[in-house]
């Protein structure tokens, strides 16, 4: 018999959004722009509720150089008044106390913006990740912002050894997935859904379905050996029996598996064509 799924639901979050050049995302690529989300997810689970990133600040909304300065103009950083995490937890009945685990993919601009908001939670980062936000090499210096690193300094972390998939609640429902290489720490997650299906959420260890598929990372990559075998760790994970891998960045993976009012409850949510 199947083991009782003790998530309730996951929230795809309505995104901000950044626009970049082709090259950034994949290895080789280049010369076109791509416009794609920043999201964060929340997964209400029976112990209560976790975040998977935190997105873009909320001092950003409607006007993202207030937060980003010269960033915002070099992403063409667009965060609308909608889109601040605070609101969107409000708008599905909860408050930013409410939530009691934040996972972090890793400590890039782009999904810490809102750490500020949670700095009671228990958290879950790659080990040495912040390490590493702190004094990174001059290859990706620039995608810290020492506001974040400093919000990151109020909450309570447990590091997850690299090489190590940690299983939040001990019942296989919430699972962290090492999949270091983009950064020292970069964590994914697996979710078993209530339907029994699987939902994993890879973060920056892949930015397009294309680098899962050749195998091929970006340029900002700080370990191409350990990112290489990350990327081929998904794509094994998305060959298993019921599994839906959804690229964070994606365009295509959002537009495909968001549901309109982004409630996740089951891979029919998830694959509705």
């Not at 960033?71 to 930013?96: M, N, V, W």
């Not at 720490?185 to 973060?203: A, F, H, M, N």
């Not at 050749?214 to 060959?239: E, H, I, Y």
Request: glycine fraction near 10%; proline fraction near 6%.
């Amino acid at each position: 018999m199947p083991v009782s799924s003790t998530v309730r639901r996951v929230w795809a979050l309505d995104a901000p959004e950044l626009t970049v050049d082709c090259g950034i995302l994949m290895l080789g690529t280049g010369g076109q722009e791509d416009t794609i989300p920043s999201p964060s997810f929340l997964v209400e689970h029976a112990e209560g509720l976790l975040l998977f990133d935190t997105g873009l600040a909320t001092s950003g909304a409607g006007d993202p150089a207030a937060a980003y300065g010269p960033l915002a103009d070099a992403f063409k950083i667009s965060i609308p008044e909608h889109c601040r995490l605070d609101r969107q937890l409000g708008s599905i009945g909860y408050k930013t106390a409410d939530v009691r685990r934040i996972v972090l993919s890793h400590m890039h601009f782009d999904h810490t913006g809102g750490l500020d908001l949670f700095p009671g939670a228990e958290g879950f980062i790659g080990a040495g990740e912040l390490r590493y936000a702190r004094t990174p090499s001059d290859l990706d210096a620039g995608f810290f912002r020492e506001e974040d690193i400093a919000a990151a300094g109020k909450i309570a972390w447990n590091e997850v050894p690299a090489g190590y998939d940690h299983d939040v609640f001990g019942d296989g429902s919430v699972v962290l997935l090492s999949l270091h290489g983009h950064t020292p720490g970069t964590l994914g997650l697996k979710i078993r859904l209530p339907d029994e299906s699987t939902l994993v959420l890879t973060s920056d260890a892949a930015h397009k379905r294309a680098n899962v598929a050749a195998t091929v990372g970006m340029p900002f990559d700080v370990d191409r050996l350990n990112k290489n075998a990350s990327l081929q760790k998904v794509k094994l994970l998305g060959a298993q029996p019921g599994t839906t891998v959804w690229i964070s960045h994606d365009p295509q993976d959002w537009a495909e598996f968001r549901p309109a009012e982004g409630e996740i409850t089951s891979a029919a949510d998830l694959n509705r064509a």
